[in-house]
């Protein structure tokens, strides 16, 4: 049961433009969702996050929109530069005490093309 | 450079072993996570200790155990392997027991074959 899904494996975009990555979830408890970037030979790293209370999140040229009615997110790169190539997560958890655990997306591989 | 050291980063092994894959969490963290990620597949959630005591449990295996140590490193022992155990095993730690923000090793790679 894939409670968190990222349903472009890949996606490629030029140098400079936006890049839109989604991510669909089934689990209506979820309330705190987080992207993670990923280089090849690499750990998963910490991009940005947002909270249920939330509908949109800004970091630099990162923004995470919410819309918890249709129980998506998507994150936006804008610009897209080359270093953004990288698989991308998505993840979700249920800030309950007890349950604390992300689930996470299949993940999104991001091309930038220069 | 995440601060999350794993070891080994390669290990091949054949069906029916044993193996053992070390982590050192960031140093003040408290809380270890496993992750396994299979080809093409997401991240699972295998267990989270927290300051030596299991938190909450994922879709680990029970062929699979895990411990933390008082030191707060920990061990994720793979038993009776198969094929399908193939796949790159991720430690993370955080500093409390909430998940959040996870900070990563760059994983095992556990090849059976």
């Known amino acids: 049961d894939q409670q968190v899904k990222q349903n472009s494996p890949s996606l490629s975009v030029q140098e400079g433009r936006i890049s839109i990555l989604n991510c669909d979830y089934t689990?209506?408890?979820?309330?705190?969702f987080l992207w993670y970037k990923k280089y090849p030979a690499e750990g998963p790293t910490f991009l940005i996050s947002?909270?249920?209370?939330?509908d949109k999140n800004e970091d630099g040229r990162f923004t995470v929109f919410l819309n918890k009615s249709a129980k998506h997110l998507s994150l936006h790169i804008v610009p897209s530069q080359p270093g953004d190539s990288a698989v991308y997560f998505c993840?979700?958890?249920?800030?309950?005490?007890?349950?604390?655990?992300?689930?996470f997306g299949t993940g999104t591989r991001l091309t930038i093309i220069p | 450079d995440s601060g999350v050291t794993q070891t080994p980063k390669h290990l091949i092994t054949a069906t029916g072993q044993r193996v053992t894959l070390r982590c050192s969490p960031r140093?003040?963290?408290?809380?270890v996570y496993w992750y396994q990620q299979s080809l093409d597949q997401g991240l699972q959630f295998l267990i989270q200790?927290?300051?030596?005591?299991?938190?909450a449990k994922g879709n680990i295996l029970e062929r699979f155990s895990a411990q933390q140590f008082p030191d707060l490193h920990s061990e994720l022992n793979l038993s009776s392997l198969e094929l399908g155990d193939s796949a790159l095993y991720f430690c993370?730690?955080?500093?409390?027991?909430?998940?959040?923000?996870?900070?990563f090793g760059e994983g095992s790679r556990l090849t059976v074959l």
């Open positions: 200790y927290y300051n030596g005591e299991e938190r």
């Open positions: 947002i909270s249920s209370i939330k």
């Open positions: 993840a979700a958890e249920i800030s309950n005490f007890g349950n604390e655990k992300l689930t």
């Open positions: 993370a730690s955080s500093v409390g027991y909430h998940t959040g923000e996870l900070f």
């Open positions: 689990n209506s408890m979820f309330d705190y």
């Open positions: 140093s003040g963290d408290l809380s």
